[in-house]
């Protein structure tokens, strides 16, 4: 028996083409023609592109965080402003400022000292100073305490109780309370209603209000151009629980000091004065 014969490289039998191909013209069964050699295939279907949103609400909200920096910023510059106006850096700039040449190193005393200045700004004082950690005294605090005070750089503000109302002295307590270096008492007698002191340096006032009140505190005290004993403490609570008052006597040991009932003065050629305004 014949055997089929096979078809010719792969072919199927009767000339029709792989894939359901027939014959030349490359026509599929139902009419249907190949597609042309090199054709394209298909193509995706074409996707909607969509403008991208820009995000407003993170653009507004970065707006307002920078506006609201300003604010803050030039709000902290106006303060700082403020804070320095009327700020003096030399004591020239002190209207009305006197100085004077009291040495470092006076001597210590137990006996009352007669002061040049009212109230005195330097000299011999005593071994115990008062306390000048921001310290408002409603008592003249003895006098050669105070200025061992002074040669540790505090400042003392004196006001006469005849010539400043209660107005006046609350002002000035304000100032002082709580503020290392300075101390407040009244003073009976001083030729100004207030007076400022440190060592060698002094200034009147008229008024709590003055700007120089301010001025004087900040600038002078603690201003170690101007004290002898830089660093020194201005604590004392025995001082504060029991205040001693100008005529009383010394409550320190020591005894081998020499004392010292005339007048001190400064160095000669040594006081200068800042015109007042």
Partial sequence: MAKDPKPENGRPPGGASRGGSAGAGGKRPGGASRAPAGGKGRTRPP??????????????????????????????????????EGRVTAADQIAGLQTFDYAAGQEHVTTPVAYEQTPPVGGPHDYEWADCTGTVYDVDIRHENAVHSMEHGATWITYDPAQVDEDGVQVLADLVDGTSGLMLSPYEGQSAPISLQSWNHQLTVDSATDERVEQYADFMTYNDEFYPE????????????????????????????????????????????????
């Fill in 230 to 277: 830089v660093g020194a403490s201005c604590e004392n609570p025995t001082f504060i629980a029991d205040p001693l008052v100008a005529g009383d006597a010394s409550r320190a040991a020591g005894s081998a000091d020499v004392p010292t009932d005339a007048p001190t003065t400064p160095t000669p050629a040594a006081e200068s004065t800042t015109p007042a305004p």
């Fill in 47 to 84: 996707v909607d592109v969509v403008s991208p949103q820009r995000p407003w609400g993170m653009i507004i909200g970065a707006i307002v965080v920078v506006v609201f920096a300003v604010a803050v910023i030039g709000y902290a510059v106006v303060q700082v402003n403020e804070a320095n």
